[in-house]
């Protein structure tokens, strides 16, 4: 193993203590040849680019991946406080979460499941993929010598397909129950930080903003134009029989709203509108109650965007912190596709390659989800 420099090792030595001795001796290789290594992560290319292509027991590095026993969980929570330390020691914790399908085949690959590709699909135009569906929550930070925001993977899970769970007796989770436990478990992770979470309209479920709301977690998604939105209920007098009122009065569809003469609208210009620059937009917001018959309710603030110029549709943004200023919020969200990139779904399966437990080469990729399912379905898996 080449010498590194001094603050480099210290950040690599800080994963020592999730390895024994002999274990850690080729997770550090791994480790270092995973950052260093063009194009795939493979065990190939990592030990090609350390100087170690003619290496006779290079099944010592697979087996780090497919054998040896250490947590991937224990790996994020030190990964996540090293990039807090290093981007983002003060203020809110903004947490950028999306999925991402890694398209395998074959019959040694149980966990894959059949989707819609968000790549190739569009509103008129249906396909589907075929393979391994993860969930991947990013730390979106700013770096200054970069002038963008970039999204930092530190914690991914696989999400199997329904008809994996099936076959073995499983209960399926979807994919708002998996974005739920990872969450829950940054908060165990950092309970005295402000968590901001900002997604896509898939996440958008009022199970898991409540459950997150609870636990004072900020989150920021898209909303219907088309969201059943109510007053609060109004304070119940004593004396009163009956259950207690969830909702008051309700209110005009969002697209109602959009279309009305009365609407009054704030022209702001936002800084770094998708990489493209400034964009001079219009926005109203308002706050109400989210409710939807049988789910739980939650207090939002809504903001429905348009552009002047009409460069992309109305739009509308929920937060569940009925008190955050409606620019802020705006300003989280365009956070979800950072300066000179794709949408954020477009580029997770990239860069998930930066982590050390994603090798991108399919027979690996398949032995790491095996060691996921068989580490997260033990006895002490996350509830």
């Not at 690599?12 to 040849?33: M, S």
């Not at 009054?264 to 001079?280: A, M």
Request: charged content about 25%; glycine content about 6%; proline content about 7%.
């Amino acid at each position: 193993m080449p010498d590194l420099p001094a603050r480099f090792a210290a950040i690599i030595v800080a994963f020592a203590p999730l390895f024994r001795h002999r274990t850690w001796r080729h997770a550090e290789v791994l480790l270092v040849g995973a950052i260093l290594a063009p194009g795939k992560r493979t065990v190939t290319s990592i030990l090609r680019i350390t100087g170690l292509s003619r290496e006779r027991h290079f099944v010592n590095y697979h087996r780090v991946l497919s054998r040896a026993r250490w947590s991937t969980r224990e790996a994020a929570r030190l990964l996540l406080s090293l990039l807090i330390q290093a981007f983002a020691p003060t203020g809110p914790v903004i947490l950028g979460l999306d999925d991402t399908i890694e398209r395998r085949r074959g019959k040694h690959i149980k966990a894959k499941g059949i989707y819609r590709d968000p790549v190739r699909s569009s509103d008129a135009h249906f396909v589907k993929a075929s393979g391994l569906r993860w969930i991947s929550l990013m730390l979106l930070a700013p770096i200054p010598w970069a002038a963008r925001t970039w999204a930092l993977p530190f914690l991914t899970a696989l999400a199997p397909s329904e008809r994996y769970c099936r076959e073995r007796g499983q209960r399926h989770k979807k994919l708002t129950d998996w974005a739920r436990q990872i969450m829950l478990q940054v908060r165990r992770w950092l309970p005295e930080r402000e968590l901001v979470l900002v997604a896509d309209m898939g996440f958008a479920a009022l199970e898991l903003l409540a459950a997150l709301s609870r636990r004072g977690v900020i989150c920021i998604t898209r909303l219907r134009l088309d969201a059943a939105l109510y007053e609060p209920a109004s304070r119940r007098r004593p004396g009163t029989k009956g259950r207690p009122r969830t909702k008051g009065a309700r209110l005009p569809n969002l697209s109602d709203v959009l279309l009305r003469t009365s609407t009054r609208w704030r022209r702001v210009t936002v800084p770094g509108w998708y990489g493209e620059g400034d964009r001079v937009v219009e926005f109203c917001s308002a706050t109400a109650v989210w409710r939807h018959g049988g789910m739980p309710i939650v207090p939002i603030r809504w903001v429905l965007l348009r552009d002047p110029l009409g460069r992309f549709s109305p739009q509308a943004l929920l937060c569940t912190d009925p008190t955050r200023d409606p620019l802020q919020i705006i300003r989280w969200f365009i956070l979800r596709c950072w300066s000179g990139r794709p949408p954020l779904r477009h580029r997770c399966a990239r860069m998930r390659s930066l982590q050390i437990s994603d090798t991108g080469d399919r027979p690996w990729t398949r032995l790491f989800a095996s060691a996921w399912i068989r580490q997260n379905t033990s006895s002490n898996c996350m509830v």
